[in-house]
């Protein structure tokens, strides 16, 4: 092992599993270090970029797009324009929900290169406890996500009762038998176990001819100069979650309603929606809305009329 390579961790699993909440509780746990963080999203706008918290000594790189097939050239020239910094002690990268991660621990592997610079990484898988069960009936890469983690953290942990919580960690091992298996919830992430590195010999390796698959999902990115009413996109995308949506996996988004300081960020989980409050807008922001729908057969006309309705 080279003793100059930082430390790298990859955050995979399904839409909506806890992955920025994960990363965000690493951020704030380790204030003393110094994060390079890739974010792997689809669509052409970076919604994740502005839900990690600030961190004046780390920097964000933004990889749009799918790395999950093969080595990519482009998350390669990330990972090279990181290693010629020297302002950093540990990569984050996470990986977007939709994708096998394999394309992003590929390289680690393969390209002796880059073992100067970096370890080999700490894959954690996130499963939510309340919706991975049903997102595996329905997506072969939910289960990929689960066999490339070298650790299973099952987050949501206090929204499901005892004894589904144990299905669900029976579930999660059938998948992947070798991975340490953690359990918490937003206010309890065990971030000390998750990245310790001593199990990291336990990281499943690719198989030699292995040809990663994923589902068909497409992203809808929509952007608005007008301001929003909290409360009606709500109502209205909260009655659209419950009656029409079957198709919506995961949907995100950072408003402006005119009469608040702050951003909001609305997002939803499968049927479940929440409304958050993020940092205030600065003096000069554009105070653009961005919305990002993602799932299968989706019609943007559709979300552009429901969201133009919801104008203040
Ligand atoms: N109740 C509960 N909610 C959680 C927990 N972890 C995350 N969430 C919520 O679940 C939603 C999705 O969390 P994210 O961290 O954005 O999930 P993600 O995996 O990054 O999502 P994508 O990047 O879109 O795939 C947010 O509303 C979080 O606040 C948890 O342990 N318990």
């Known amino acids: 092992m080279n003793t100059n390579a930082k430390p790298v961790t990859i955050l995979t699993g399904f839409l909506g599993a806890g992955k920025t909440t994960v990363l965000n509780a690493i951020l704030r746990s380790k204030k003393d270090s110094r994060f390079a963080i890739i974010e792997n999203e689809v669509g052409e706008i970076s919604i994740d970029g502005e839900l990690i918290v600030k961190n004046t000594d780390s920097f964000t790189e933004l990889n749009n797009g799918c790395i999950c097939c093969s080595i990519n050239d482009s998350f390669v020239d990330t990972l090279r324009k990181i290693s010629q910094r020297d302002d950093w002690d540990e990569l984050i990268i996470e990986a977007t929900g939709i994708a096998n991660p394999a394309g992003i621990i590929e390289p680690f592997k393969q390209l002796q290169w880059l073992q100067k610079y970096f370890q080999i990484p700490n894959v954690i898988a996130i499963a939510d406890a309340k919706n991975i069960e049903s997102q595996l009936k329905v997506s072969e890469t939910a289960a990929t996500q689960l066999a490339f983690g070298n650790k299973i953290y099952i987050s949501k942990t206090e929204e499901v009762l005892e004894d589904e919580l144990q299905s669900i960690k029976k579930l999660v091992k059938d998948f992947n038998p070798l991975a340490q298996l953690h359990t918490g919830s ?72 005119s ?43 559709g979300f552009d009329r429901m969201l133009k309705s919801c104008f203040l």
Do not use: C
């Open 186 to 257: 937003k206010s309890a992430i065990p971030i000390a176990e998750l990245l310790k590195s001593d199990e990291l010999s336990t990281s499943p390796s690719l198989p030699s001819e292995h040809k990663p698959k994923h589902d068909h999902f497409e992203a809808i990115t929509l952007v608005y100069d007008q301001a929003f009413d909290e409360q009606k996109l709500f109502s209205r995308l909260y009655t659209f979650l419950i009656v029409q949506s079957a198709d919506v996996y995961r949907f995100k988004g950072v408003f402006n309603d």
């Open 259 to 301: 009469r608040r300081p702050n951003k909001l960020v609305i997002q939803s989980v499968m049927k479940s929606l929440y409304v958050e409050e993020a940092e205030t807008w600065n003096e000069g922001d554009e105070r653009k809305s961005k919305f990002v729908f993602i799932g299968k057969n989706l019609q943007s006309k």
